[in-house]
């Protein structure tokens, strides 16, 4: 277990010893701000609730996250240093975990510094704070979902911006899945059982219930079945990888 | 102590390292010689733990680095190649992270830190990022993480390559200060580096050992070997001197250079040459402007023992 802490604290410390820290954090809560109020039409809409603000995180995240998953493992191989991780006596899935902890970390850091809007809701309004705390919750798992994806395609080449494209790919087929209009493309002719399984696959879909203020176990374990499933692959990848 | 039997490492149809088999005790300083391309790398990253053999077997104190990779790992010290880190960090932080996976605590930590930096002269850059540092404080950087543990192994993959000659001699005086208790690997293709830090050389070319020695005993492979180098005061004697030392009993054979007028008389089988040339000389009243015993030329030992093998 120190192990992975001290990973995740080295990793840490790098992206706040870099411009990546605050560029991402002050560009996520920019664009997250703006689409609530201009997209999301926040006041418009009368109704004091956070769904205007959570329902555009899938998009935000598809392109911030593999921003900030890309040099997880491609920068650690590009540059020599896995040859120098690999060589101290940790574990693979200690490094793996490790440094997608501090990834995790740090976007949960960002979300939690979009408090301001919560509480400007509860100034304006009389909100329901479960729902909101709630799709905080699922905002951070999905979080994890993308960024586990993204760690894995990091580990899959050594240039970050085929890294960036590969996963903004994956990510978005993950998102899509779940969207009515995908969902209807199959409904027409396919069976059921597989429209619902589509969908299951799908961030949106588990995503949504929980900014609902739904929490369904079903959910939970969706996106702790993907991320151990994606930091599994990712320790693969690297075991096979490693040496190229 | 490291124990190597057999190995074989495949990249692809590539074969690298092709049955290697050898043994390394404590207070050796294993210098592996070859040409690029030769296997080096290869085994010393399989020895540290980073490549899986294809077959075969390594042991390093007593650990199996396949089935005990960790244990195994805990009691060496590696640099890689080019020395890597990570360059937004600063020396003092790099080091920390590394000590906190050595599993280093408390006042035993600071201990060996303190004593880190100051054998490698790291005070004055430790606040510094990393990749502002010059090449030979990098270097330095990396040989400070390999060997924070104090690890009874050492495993260094081309440690000065690319510094100047200064900070060449500083780590070579460094690695020569632990050597005494430890087993150190050292890679280079700088022969001079053999003689300057290992009491045992191995050359390997194609994967294979092509041989295993003394640096002395290298040299004394050499057709150099116990030759004797002189060039006249007078150059215009120089054919007469020539013929004279060539009906030497001691003497197989002279080459003279054309360009430097240094004629080079090697000796016959197990025979010393030097008394009888001097005897020869002081007999004649010849003048030397210049009269060295050969004891040897590795690079030229190199040479013939890798056939110029390059890759």
């Not at chain 2, 932080?93 to 830190?113: E, S, Y």
């Not at chain 2, 053999?194 to 002395?216: E, M, S, Y």
């Amino acid at each position: 277990m120190s192990n992975v802490t001290a990973v995740m604290r080295r990793e840490l410390k790098s992206y706040f010893l870099t411009p990546v820290a605050y560029v991402f954090i002050v560009i996520f809560l920019i664009l997250s701000n703006t689409f609530t109020f201009y997209l999301g039409n926040f006041y418009e809409r009368g109704q004091a609730d956070l769904a205007p603000f959570f329902n555009f995180h899938p998009w935000l995240y598809l392109f911030l996250v593999p921003a900030l998953s890309m040099r997880l493992w491609a920068e650690e191989r590009r540059s020599g240093n896995i040859e120098l991780l690999m060589t101290l006596p940790i574990e693979l899935w200690q490094a793996v975990v490790g440094k997608f902890l501090a990834a995790w970390l740090f976007t949960g850091l960002a979300l939690a510094l979009t408090f301001p809007i919560w509480i400007t809701v509860n100034y304006l309004g009389d909100p329901d704070n479960g729902v909101i705390a709630a799709a905080y919750v699922g905002s951070l798992l999905m979080a994890g979902g993308f960024l586990a994806v993204g760690s894995c395609i990091s580990a899959l080449t050594k240039n970050q911006v085929i890294a960036f494209i590969l996963s903004v790919v994956a990510c978005f087929v993950l998102l899509l899945a779940g969207f009515a209009m995908v969902l209807d493309l199959f409904s027409a002719w396919a069976p059921q059982a597989l429209v619902d399984t589509i969908a299951s696959l799908s961030f949106l879909t588990h995503f949504s219930s929980i900014s609902k203020g739904v929490i369904d176990v079903r959910d939970l374990i969706y996106f702790g079945l993907l991320i151990a499933a994606m930091l599994y692959a990712n320790a693969i990848v690297l075991e096979l990888k490693k040496a190229d | 102590m490291i124990d190597c039997q057999n190995l074989v490492k495949h990249f692809g149809p590539l074969l690298a390292v092709d049955q290697l088999s050898f043994k390394v005790e404590p207070g050796e300083v294993l210098g592996f010689l070859g040409p690029n391309g030769a296997g080096k790398s290869t085994t010393m990253r399989i020895i540290a733990g980073f490549l899986p053999a294809s077959t075969g077997t390594v042991t390093v104190c007593g650990h199996d680095v396949a089935s005990a990779a960790i244990a195994a790992k805990r009691c060496l010290g590696y640099l890689p190649e080019g020395a890597p880190s990570y360059p937004e960090m600063t020396p003092r932080a790099f080091l920390d992270f590394v000590a906190d996976i050595r599993g280093l605590r408390g006042a035993a930590r600071r201990g060996r830190l303190d004593m880190v930096y100051s054998l490698l002269h790291l005070e004055p850059v430790l606040e510094q990022s990393i990749d502002t540092l010059s090449k030979g404080y990098k270097r330095r950087v990396g040989l400070a993480q390999a060997i924070v543990h104090d690890p009874e192994v050492l495993i260094l993959d081309e440690p000065t390559d690319g510094l100047d000659p200064n900070q060449k001699h500083e780590v070579r005086e460094l690695i020569n200060t632990m050597a005494a208790n430890k087993i150190i690997i050292i890679s280079t293709h700088l022969l001079e580096e053999v003689d300057a830090l290992c009491n045992r050389t191995i050359i390997i070319a194609h994967g294979r050992i092509l041989a295993d020695d003394t640096p002395g005993n290298l040299e004394a492979r050499s057709k150099f070997h116990n030759a004797v180098s002189l060039r006249l005061t007078d150059t215009t004697v120089l054919a007469r001197v020539r013929s004279e030392i060539d009906s030497l009993s001691e003497v197989a054979h002279t080459e003279v250079d054309a360009n430097t007028n240094r004629l080079t008389a090697f000796p016959a089988p197990g025979l010393l040459p030097l008394t009888a040339i001097s005897e020869l000389a002081a007999a004649r009243g010849w003048e030397f402007a210049e009269l060295h015993l050969e004891s040897g030329r590795l690079d030229e030992v190199f040479r013939t023992i890798t056939g110029g093998a390059s890759a």
